[in-house]
C-alpha cells in the first residue's frame, strides 16, 4: 500500500477507535434502524449463520478474513 | 506457541475445563452469535479471584500476561499477549459512558453458554447485558455493534 491510502486507513482505524461523548453516543443510537438497514443486517447475519453453521466456524471464518485484510493492507 | 501456530478451539476448550468465571465479550461474542464483524482481539471479563487459573489455562498457548495477578486486580484489566491479544477485564463494576454501573456478577448470573461445537462451550452475556458492555467504551465501532446487535434482538426466529 502507498504511503496515502496508508495515511487514510490509519486516519479510519483512528476515528472508529476514538471515544464518543455521551451525548454523541445517545444522538447516534437515537437514529431509528431504517427497514434497508434491517433487512441488509437480516440477510448478512442469516447468510453468516447458514454458510457457518457453529460458532468455531464463524471464528475460524474471522481469524481468516482478518489474516487478509491485514494482509491487503500492508501490500 | 506462537499466535501463527494458534489453536483457537484449544484455547477455547482450555478456557471452559479450567472452570474460571470467564465472559467472551466484545467483537468475537458477536461472531459467535453470527454477527460477520472483524476483530483483532479476544475480550473477555474474568471474575477478579479467577486470574491465576485463567492464566495458567492460556499458559500453553504461549500467552503471557502483561501484569501479575494482584497489579491486574488493582488496575481492573490487563492483557495475555504473544501474536494473538486477549484483553481481560477483571473489574468487579464498570460504567457505561452514561454512568450506569455494570457489575460482573450481574453478568454472570444472565450468562448464557454458547456452544462453539458440540463439546466445546462459551460463556456469553445475554443480549441485553452485551449491548451494555459495548457502552463501555462507546467508540463508533461500539455504536455499529450495538445497532446490529439491537436488530438480533428484535430479530426472533433468525
Known amino acids: 500500500m502507498s504511503s496515502r491510502p ?16 455521551g451525548p454523541e453516543a445517545a444522538a447516534y443510537l437515537s437514529v431509528p434502524i431504517s427497514e434497508t438497514e434491517r433487512e441488509e443486517a437480516v440477510a448478512l447475519i442469516r447468510w453468516f449463520r447458514r454458510r457457518y453453521p457453529t460458532g468455531a466456524d464463524r471464528l475460524a ?8 485484510w491485514t494482509m491487503a493492507r500492508n501490500q | ?10 484455547f477455547f476448550r ?6 474460571a468465571r470467564a465472559l467472551l465479550i466484545g467483537r468475537r461474542a458477536l461472531v459467535v452469535l453470527g454477527l460477520p464483524v472483524l476483530t483483532a ?7 477478579i479471584d479467577d486470574i491465576e487459573t ?21 488496575r481492573g484489566r490487563y492483557v495475555l499477549e504473544n501474536d494473538e491479544h486477549v484483553d481481560v477485564l477483571v473489574a468487579r463494576s464498570v460504567p457505561t459512558i452514561d454512568g450506569e454501573p455494570v457489575t460482573f456478577a450481574d453478568l454472570w448470573d444472565r450468562r448464557q453458554a454458547t456452544g462453539l461445537t458440540d463439546a466445546v462451550h462459551v460463556q ?19 455504536l455499529e455493534d450495538i445497532r446490529l446487535l439491537e436488530i438480533l434482538r ?3 426466529g433468525l
Not at chain 2, 482450555?14 to 472452570?19: M, W
Open chain 2, 14 to 19: 482450555a478456557l471452559e475445563g479450567c472452570g
Open chain 2, 54 to 74: 485463567f492464566n495458567q489455562a492460556a499458559t500453553p498457548f504461549g500467552l503471557a500476561p502483561t501484569h501479575q495477578p494482584d497489579e491486574a486486580r488493582r
Open chain 1, 6 to 21: 496508508r495515511r487514510t486507513a490509519l486516519r479510519a482505524t483512528e476515528a472508529s477507535e476514538r471515544q464518543v461523548t
Open chain 2, 154 to 156: 428484535q430479530e426472533d
Open chain 1, 61 to 68: 471464518y474471522v481469524r481468516r478474513a482478518y489474516r487478509r
Open chain 2, 124 to 142: 456469553l452475556p445475554s443480549l441485553a447485558d452485551l449491548i451494555l458492555t459495548k457502552r463501555f467504551a462507546s467508540r463508533p465501532k461500539d
Open chain 2, 41 to 47: 482481539d479476544y475480550d473477555f471479563w474474568l471474575h
Open chain 2, 1 to 10: 506457541m506462537q499466535g501463527t501456530d494458534f489453536d483457537e478451539l484449544a
